[in-house]
């Protein structure tokens, strides 16, 4: 036997699969070409102005990643969370490159190395994990959040909490709702009408517990279409805000969880008024699927097909007649929700609902496809970082004077609140759908 066989040790199980994570890193970012078209269009890097903020020099991290991530972890995870994952450099990539599959793999690796702090272990494997004791815990929180929260602007309708400023800093948001959306319905099984269509029903966390009016505002708009609507009890969180953060096993249980509860149920598309969980359950369920079963697999595929935007089942599916109204009314624009235009390519369907809005008058701002900031994880990681992209967001909205700003996405709405109810604009956030329900 050789003397370097000799002293040859066998790989661990755990540096075996490292090792293999690494390579098939490699292998996705052997398409950049570092030609740069990604800073034009990056949010941050445009606030920043720091090449390492952009895609491209998170890119040339990544390409030594296993030598930073020994020097300084720390230091590689703020940098990849200084990412909001709008996708937008992905949808300019001469190359092709798979950047959002890039950076949720880069972040899985990191974050396997460092560990999930106590924080994140107490959120995602403790509450989001466990909907009924989550929904317990923030039904609770909603009853006595008068303690600590007051109001900030009653037009924009935010609070701010000044006894928790140390933790929460100076936002305004908007407050947990009283009677949060699964109060109010916790469950649907209704017959299919005139449509001939049947919809599972995806309110999202964000519809659920903070924003109940848009949940019932679409089971109203279906409703009107002659729609069949399921909703099944204790639907799990998409798991975005985990996958974001490079919690893998926390997003696969809640994955499974929700494969069960929708694997028992038959309808024909799964609807969400949430851009951000209608293109998580079409873009990435699929794309995280190693160690499902071949009937997970099926199943992941099948509500990938089914998952679309509210807005474009009620415009590309209902085949609903919007027609564009020319009379004058109070001004309204619309912000497009980065995982609706760029991740689903949905754009001109809330555009054509809300042109038909009587007592409206349409006016599209600028940079209206630019990302608000919110990024879910991102706005409370790096809180002044997210400020200065909305308040670029803010400044073309108010530079277009609505009396009301629409979004598709509930993350985006409370972005924008806070942003204009900390400059004191008095403009109105709405969901898209919020404001169709009400001509119904």
Known sequence: ?????????????????????????????????????????????GATMKEADACRGKLALLDFLAHHMINDPEAVNDK???????????????????????????????????????????????????????????????????IFVREADATVGTSKAPMLSSVIGERHFPRLASTPFHSKVPSLDEAVGSSGLRVAFFPGCATDKIFPDVGEASLKALR????????????????VPTLASGDVS?????????????????FDYLVSPCATCASTIKELWPKMMQGYTQKEQDLVSSLSAKSIDITAFLVDVLKVSFTEKTSGGKR???????????????????????KSLDGFSYVEMPEAERCCGSGGSFTIKHYDLSTNIGTRKRNNIVSVQPDTVAAACPACMMQLM????????????????ELYADTL
């Open 224 to 239: 009107k279409h002659g729609v069949g609507i399921v909703l099944p009890e204790n639907l799990v969180c998409c798991g």
């Open 250 to 266: 926390s997003f696969n249980n809640m994955v499974r969880q929700n494969l069960a509860i929708l694997g028992a149920e038959k």
């Open 418 to 433: 806070d942003m204009l109810s900390q400059n004191g604009d008095a403009v109105k956030v709405r969901h898209v759908v």
């Open 1 to 45: 036997m050789s003397e370097n066989t000799q002293n040859t040790k066998p790989v661990s199980t755990e540096l075996q699969a490292l090792a293999d994570r690494l390579l098939k890193l490699d292998d996705l970012l052997i398409s950049c070409m570092r030609c740069g078209f990604c800073l034009s269009v990056c949010p941050v890097y």
């Open 332 to 354: 309204i624009t619309y912000h497009d929700s980065c995982h609706l235009r760029k991740s689903l390519g949905v754009f001109a369907q809330p555009r054509a609902i809300l």
């Open 80 to 146: 990849l969370t200084r990412c909001l994952l709008c996708a937008s450099c992905q949808a300019v990539c001469p190359s092709g490159v798979k950047i959002m599959d890039i950076f949720l793999h880069a972040r899985s690796i990191v974050r396997d190395y460092l560990g999930l702090s106590s924080a994140e272990k107490l959120i995602f494997r403790g509450l989001m994990v466990r909907p009924k004791l989550f929904n317990f815990l923030l039904d609770l929180s909603a009853k006595f959040q008068g």
